[in-house]
């Protein structure tokens, strides 16, 4: 089970662990707090959310993963890279995504990569050892950002060694966070709309994914399949791949509402917002009550 542990005198966690609350003195230092456990070793792909409750004074909050070496304070993670000088073979390694300016930092450096985020925004961390481009993405309110980078070369250093973290340099803020127990709010993470044959290839027995989707390519016809390879494709990152599956989709059923999500939301990591803004047009008239769409469309029309 993963839960958060306390870690500094200016945390508390409540009972279930899985909510932080952070009451530092100033808002020039920084806290991580981390999970109790680390990443298990088997486990192909990982996410988790946060919800912010209060982003506190300044909002600067940080989401990712960090080593158990990483350390808990002064340094929000991602913003510090240590190497152990006795033993090469120890480093502190972290990334986060930044909420007060939208920033994700690697082991010491910093890019432009998605919107800010507030109270009320729930940000999902995505983590993918399994195929050749080992990846990590975010999410924003269940849509999908794009990738945020790719795994360093060492990583059987880090697969053993890696935990779900947030940092804190916000003084009053609060965030939740959810492993799992509840449903969670960026939908492909779950089977609702594919069938269990694939959500066990995905999660459990990674060694047949490959050969699974080799299959579903023989059925170019067949609705279902062609929704459940795309949304594999989509799950490891293969976002053109996936954008052909759901284009294809779409010649099928012109108002397919998985496909024009979808589609859309690839549209929108790959940087054609003219594109992603009109399937999403096309899923509001066909779902004019549709939060995803809406929440999507908002974010991509403000780029």
Known sequence: MILFYDQSQFVSIDSSGLKVNYTGPNDYEAVVIRANNPIPSQCGLFYFEIEIINEGKNGIIGVGYCTKQNNISDFMPGRKYVEDEENKEIKSWGCAYHGDDGYFFCSGSGKSYGP???VGDTIGCYLNFRNDDKVIFYTKN????????????NLDDLKNNLYPCIGLRSQDASVEANFGRKKFKYLTMTNDN???ELWEVCWINSKTFDQYIDELKNKSNDTLALMSQGKAYLIIGKY????AVFTRLLEIESENIIALKYRGEINYIMKRHEESISDLKTLLKIKPDDSWAKEAYKLVDGM
């Open 116 to 118: 800010t985020y507030t």
């Open 142 to 153: 269940g849509i999908n950002l794009g990738i945020a980078c790719y795994l360093p070369n």
């Open 194 to 196: 594919i069938g269990k």
């Open 240 to 243: 053109e791949e996936a954008y």
